[in-house]
């Protein structure tokens, strides 16, 4: 049974940074992605990643976060930079085996989620 936990959540001012971790139990998927979801608005793709390290990102956090992984501790990151308040959101780690395009959804397994750590931005 695939398990994710979110940490490293937190509040900080605009301008800052944060890295979120996401730990992975079980079976590991191909695809892994990064979605955030502020109050009042639907849930969106941030960040993906394949096993082999390729990536794609929204456009709204391009060159100020990076996903990345680290396999031999069953890790997922996101390390986000120059924070906004209108980054301020809950953040969910995602697996899946869709593309990386489409934040790993959309393949044939479900798409699985972590319960998520809150990311908090004042301006």
């Known amino acids: 049974q695939l398990q994710l936990v979110e940490s490293g959540g937190g509040s900080v001012q605009a301008g800052g940074s944060l890295r979120l971790s996401c730990a992975v139990s079980?079976?590991?998927?191909?695809?892994m992605a990064w979605f955030r979801q502020a109050p009042g608005k639907e849930r969106e793709g941030v960040a993906a990643?394949?096993?082999?390290?390729?990536?794609y990102y929204d456009d709204s956090v391009k060159g100020r976060f990076t996903i990345s992984q680290d396999n031999t501790k069953n890790t997922l990151y996101l390390q986000m930079n120059s924070l906004k308040p209108e980054d301020s959101a809950m953040y969910y780690c995602?697996?899946?085996?869709?593309?990386?395009?489409?934040?790993?959804?959309?393949?044939?397994?479900?798409?699985?989620w972590g319960q998520g750590t809150r990311v908090t931005v004042s301006s």
């Open positions: 995602a697996a899946g085996s869709g593309l990386r395009f489409a934040y790993c959804s959309g393949g044939t397994l479900e798409l699985m």
């Open positions: 079980g079976v590991r998927r191909y695809c």
């Open positions: 990643i394949y096993t082999s390290g390729d990536t």
